[in-house]
């Protein structure tokens, strides 16, 4: 038998949780009434909002504020496992309308819980409702430190196309003059306009790609943290693990497996995009 479609913003409760079995999707940009804390129990979900783009794996979470505007895709199965906050019930929201942070121990044990309500609970459910205001006042001390774990979306087509061209061979080799010339600019402009335009160089920018992408690829079943080393450019076993380690504070061969720790939840399927908006 067919779940049954959820409409986000149609749901009666003020708050609750919804989750999903995800087979590699995109969203579609959209936004939703109510604040959202956006979480993978398993697998990665890649997050974007107008000015910036995160990876999520386990144990990091997203905060999006009512009314932001925003896109999730998945490139592999992954298990969502995402809360919606009723704006009212959040006296105290986290600054700007999206952070990214790392989940403690018991911001994840909740958020796994919580799934006991979904968007079909009472309304008046009292024990749901002390919940979820628990949740959304430890909220704002877990979003208090928000991690960098982002690259910068291009706001002009030249950017957009060195940023495409980059993101295209993260394998190697690929150089800065490759990326001018697909951006139809000279080198030293390319340079600044990556420093005016996305606040950071071009060479911390294929960094941090490799290193987002090499969070990806470890997050799949089966990955390999040699394999994924040569994936993302790096010459050297070696070579990956420090930059690895000192981007995300853990060892690839830790972060692979803390992933690999499948979590199953309940499903609440969400409406297809083009006709109800879905969860993300």
Known sequence: MPRPLVEVDAVPASTFCLTDELVPFSSGWHTHRRHQLLYAASGALHLEVAEAQWLLPPQRAAWLAGGTRHRVSATQPATLCTVYLEPS?????????????????????????STRWGPERAPR???????????AHLLVEWAAEPREWRLPRARTPELERAMAYTL???AGPVTLGGAAKAAGLSQR???????EEAGTSWRRFLHDARM???????????????????TVGFESLAAFTH?????????????RQRVARGVTLPVHATAPPRRRKRAG
């Open 168 to 170: 295209a061979r993260l």
């Open 125 to 135: 459910d009292k024990v749901a409702e002390s919940f979820f205001s628990a949740l």
């Open 212 to 230: 987002l992408r090499a969070m990806e690829l470890l997050a799949e079943d089966g990955a390999r943290v040699t394999q994924t080393a040569y």
């Open 243 to 255: 930059a690895f380690t000192a981007f995300t504070g853990e060892r690839p061969r830790d972060f």
């Open 189 to 195: 402009t390319l340079a600044r306009r990556f420093e």
């Open 89 to 113: 019930h959040v006296p105290a929201a986290p600054e700007g309308d999206c952070r990214v942070f790392v989940l403690p121990p018991l911001a994840r044990e909740m958020l796994l819980y």
